[in-house]
C-alpha cells in the first residue's frame, strides 16, 4: 500500500483512513472499511498486511482480510493488487523471521506482474516490492536499485508521494552501503522531507535515524534523539527500529 496523503479534495473517509494509518493505528483505520466492494477488501487487507511489518503482531487478521480481497477480486488489476499484497505478506513474514515463505513471496509478486502492466499506477508499487525481495531476501543488490529506480520513476509519473519517500529511502541506502554518503543523505532528507510534510508519523523515526547514519555530531545525536521520542510517542512502533535506536553498550572496565 502507498497512499498519497491528503488533499483538501479528499473523501472524509480517505481522509480519516489516512489519519490512522500515519499514527499506526492500522486496526482503526481497516475498521472503518467494509469488505463490500473489491478496493475495499483490499485497502482493508492492505493496512493489516502494513500492521504486520511494523508490529509484528495482526499475522491471522491480514492472512483473513487478504483472503476476502482475493476472493472479490474480478479483473485482472484487482486479482494483480491482491497478489503484490500477497507477496508482500510473505515477504513480512520471512524478514521478520516469523515463517520463512520467501518462494511464496517470489510467486505472488510475479503472478502479479504478469497481470499489472508496466505503466500502470500499481506497477509502480509492484516494482518496489520487487526490489526489497532483491535487496533483503536475495542479496541482489543491483537488481534492488533498477527496481527501486523503475519505481521511483512511477510514482513520480502517477504523483505518489509516499510511495516516493520509499524509494528515495531504499535507494539512498544502497547508495550508503557502497559508501556514497552524499548521496545517501541527499536520499534520506528527500526522503524525510516528504514523510514530515505528508504527516506521516509512523514513518519519520526511521527516516531520521537513517539520516542520522550519514551525519556528523551534533547533528546525529539530534537526530536520532528525535527518533526516540517519536517512537515512544507511537507506542514502540515500528517495533525493528527499538534495537537501532538502543542506546550504545559502554566499554567494559579493564583493569
Do not use: K
Amino acid at each position: 500500500m502507498s497512499g498519497n496523503g491528503t488533499t483538501a479534495g479528499d473523501d472524509p473517509l480517505q481522509t480519516a483512513v489516512w489519519r490512522l494509518r500515519s499514527r499506526g493505528c492500522w486496526a482503526d483505520a481497516a475498521a472503518l472499511l467494509l469488505p463490500s466492494t473489491p478496493a475495499a477488501a483490499l485497502q482493508r487487507a492492505s493496512l493489516l498486511v502494513e500492521r504486520c511489518l511494523y508490529t509484528e503482531q495482526g499475522w491471522e487478521e491480514a492472512e483473513d482480510a487478504l483472503r476476502t480481497a482475493e476472493a472479490m477480486a474480478h479483473s485482472d488489476d484487482e486479482r494483480g493488487a491482491a497478489a503484490c499484497e500477497r507477496g508482500y505478506l510473505a515477504y513480512a513474514a520471512t524478514l521478520l523471521a516469523v515463517r520463512d515463505r520467501a518462494d511464496e513471496a517470489r510467486a505472488a509478486l510475479g503472478r502479479a506482474a504478469a497481470l499489472v502492466p508496466p505503466g500502470a499506477p500499481a506497477r509502480a508499487l509492484l516494482d518496489f516490492r520487487r526490489g526489497l525481495l532483491a535487496e533483503n531476501l536475495t542479496s541482489a543488490p543491483q537488481a534492488a536499485r533498477a527496481a527501486y529506480r523503475r519505481a521511483h520513476a512511477g510514482a513520480t509519473a502517477h504523483s505518489d508521494p509516499l510511495l516516493l519517500s520509499f524509494t528515495w529511502r531504499h535507494l539512498a541506502g544502497l547508495a550508503l552501503r557502497e559508501g556514497e554518503l552524499a548521496e545517501a543523505r541527499h536520499g534520506f532528507a528527500e526522503s524525510l522531507r516528504i514523510r514530515e510534510e505528508l504527516g506521516y508519523l509512523v514513518g519519520t523515526a526511521p527516516a531520521l535515524v537513517s539520516l542520522a547514519d550519514t551525519e556528523t555530531e551534533p547533528e546525529a545525536s539530534r537526530l536520532r534523539e528525535e527518533a526516540r521520542r517519536l517512537f515512544r510517542l507511537l507506542g514502540g512502533v515500528p517495533t525493528w527500529l527499538a534495537r537501532q535506536l538502543a542506546p550504545p553498550v559502554p566499554p567494559a572496565a579493564t583493569a
